[in-house]
């Protein structure tokens, strides 16, 4: 029997938003560390990492030297009867320049990073008679890249007599995962690839949501999904994986992870309606007061993300700033919620204008004054075109405007359009 510890997309040093950048970097630090407790007292024989080890762009050494004594802590606590392989992932860094080179030679006895050589067309893999797995770092090209090297690998997994043949990669796997949409095709590896190189398990990094083993043909695609919600925009659960393997028979064991801060995100759409801001305000207030309740109860702290879609009557800004000042009540009132973040996409109504180049003048006039009705429009069209006459008769040879008492009927007869003035 062989046992596994399989874990992914770890995001070590990531601090968005940046609001809450200091604790969002405690968060997968908090992760990180629960899931080499589960790796130690499970007594796994490998740790696998999907990839997304370290978020490069925001990582620093404290970073490094905390997932270095992680592992070594990792290592130690198994009495040094453990192997770590791991594949580069995207937030990782270049394979020139990768973030894991930190980690790789101070722990080179017990760990390997596998899967840039792949990538070059030379099989990167680990056996040691038990076990054979071949990885696959990330490459922006990773269906047309694995056609390349295909056979390689099938080769290697022929050649090895281990009996758990295991390939790692950090890209999308057709089938297995739910792939965001505007994904490009090149970026999706074929299931019918994955199931032909001879691996019994790949292990896919790169997918945040966890997804359950599936077998096809033999093969068990796993997705071990991030340890933490890698966005606030998911609020799914997160943790790590345990594989038993025994004649090729492989037991699954999720064991989920408790978050530092409970993540909650919440979309309030109108879904095409127009709605007044009074509506998108109340639907916030509801559902974090709701949320603030619920992590009273429990006694933990969160953090939330409320996303506003749909249309708006008026303006989304001065909504946007009504909602922080009830946002910020409700902080005060449950201390336990430390930040709300909003991602105010809302269309406000009003006009789309499209011009192209055979637009005319009094076209394009036309569409912008078309909310103010027939007779409205009517009117605006008149008055510009009488500002136009006058600016050409009156209008100064220096600044290129009208005097004052000039322009003032002009104002005066726009507001009475606009159903402003007297
Ligand atoms: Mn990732």
């Not at 295991?166 to 970026?187: K, L, R």
Request: proline share 3%; aromatic share 8%.
């Amino acid at each position: 029997m062989v046992k596994i510890g399989v874990f992914s997309d770890t995001h070590i040093g990531r601090a968005v938003p940046n609001v809450v950048a200091e604790q969002r970097r405690k968060a997968f630090r908090h992760a990180f560390k629960q899931a080499i407790d589960v790796f130690v007292r499970e007594r796994v024989e490998y740790v696998v990492h999907g990839g997304d080890v370290f978020e490069r762009r925001s990582m620093t050494p404290s970073d490094t030297k905390f997932v270095k004594e992680e592992l070594q802590r990792l290592v130690d606590g198994l009495d040094g009867k453990v192997r770590i392989l791991v594949v580069r992932g995207n937030h990782d860094g270049t394979s020139e320049n990768s973030a894991l080179d930190y980690i790789e030679h101070p722990l080179a006895d017990y760990l390997k990073v596998l899967g840039d050589g792949t990538l070059k067309g030379e099989v990167d893999a680990y056996d040691d008679g038990r076990v054979t797995v071949v990885g696959f770092g990330y490459h922006p090209y990773a269906a047309k890249r694995i056609e390349r090297v295909k056979e390689k690998i099938r080769r290697c997994f022929e050649d090895s007599s281990a009996e758990n043949k295991i390939f790692v990669v950090h890209a999308f796997i057709e089938g297995h995962q739910d792939i965001p949409p505007g994904v490009p095709e090149y970026q999706v590896i074929s299931r019918s690839v994955v199931e032909d190189l001879g691996a019994n398990l790949v292990v896919a990094g790169h997918h945040h949501t966890h997804a359950k083993p599936k077998t096809v043909k033999g093969v068990t695609v796993l997705t071990p999904g991030a340890t933490e919600s890698v966005d606030l925009s998911d609020d799914s659960i997160h943790g790590v994986t345990i594989l038993n393997v025994e004649d090729g028979r492989i037991d699954y064991e999720f064991k989920e992870l408790t978050p530092l801060y409970k993540v909650r995100n919440v979309v309030i759409d109108s879904s095409g309606t127009i709605r007044d801001p009074e509506w998108y305000v109340e639907r916030a207030v509801t559902s974090m007061r709701e949320f603030g309740e619920e992590l009273k109860t429990r006694g933990v702290k969160g953090l939330a993300r409320i996303a506003l879609k749909g249309s708006v009557e008026g303006d989304k800004f001065d909504l946007q700033e009504k909602l922080e000042i009830e946002l910020r009540r409700l902080r005060e009132e449950y201390p336990l919620l430390l930040q709300a973040i909003l991602d105010n996409d809302l269309q406000e109504t009003g006009v789309t204008i499209s011009v192209t180049e055979t637009t005319t003048k009094s076209e394009f006039l036309s569409q912008v004054f078309k909310p103010l009705g027939d007779e409205g429009r009517e009117a605006a069209l008149n008055l510009v075109e009488e500002v136009e006459f006058t600016l050409e008769e009156k209008a100064s040879t220096r600044t290129g405007l009208l005097k004052d008492a000039d322009r003032r009927r002009f104002v005066e007869r726009w507001l009475k359009i606009l159903g402003e003035g007297t």
